[in-house]
């Protein structure tokens, strides 16, 4: 019989997991504070995932002290010198807008199914 033994975390492990855990949530009570829409929070938290070095600026996004990104958070308004930086950035932000759309999509297209289902049966 195999025993299987969850993973041990370390006190200074779980510390510093809260202590992630807990900037996290202050950048987000910031954003909603500062007045930042839906969009650039999401974005944030988008990028936050692949970058840690990502803060505010009241409402801009501050990536790796290189990058800026002021709202309406659209691929053009990213700045910065022009390099990998930068381009990443981009790519990420282009990415997000991607994935937002199609899950719009899909969610649409799901509204859309029990209506049909009861056009049919009537």
């Known amino acids: 019989m195999m025993h299987i033994t969850a ?3 370390s006190p ?14 202050l950048s987000q009570a910031y954003a909603i504070s500062a007045g930042v829409s839906l969009e650039g929070q999401q974005l944030f938290q ?10 505010w600026q009241e409402k801009n996004i501050v990536v790796m002290e290189e990058v800026v990104i002021t709202p ?3 691929v053009e308004n990213c700045k910065g010198k022009e390099g990998s930086a930068l ?6 932000v282009e990415k997000h807008f991607r994935d937002v759309e199609s899950q719009k ?7 859309q ?4 289902e009861a056009a049919l049966s009537s």
Do not use: G, M, N, W
């Open 72 to 74: 309406p958070y659209q």
């Open 87 to 92: 381009s990443h950035v981009r790519k990420i």
């Open 46 to 55: 988008t990028i936050h995932k692949t970058i840690k070095d990502c803060k």
């Open 7 to 9: 993973p041990f975390l």
């Open 113 to 116: 199914q029990p209506q049909k």
């Open 12 to 25: 200074l492990q779980l510390a510093s997991k809260a202590r992630t855990e807990k900037e996290e949530k």
């Open 105 to 111: 999509i899909l969610q649409r297209s799901q509204a």
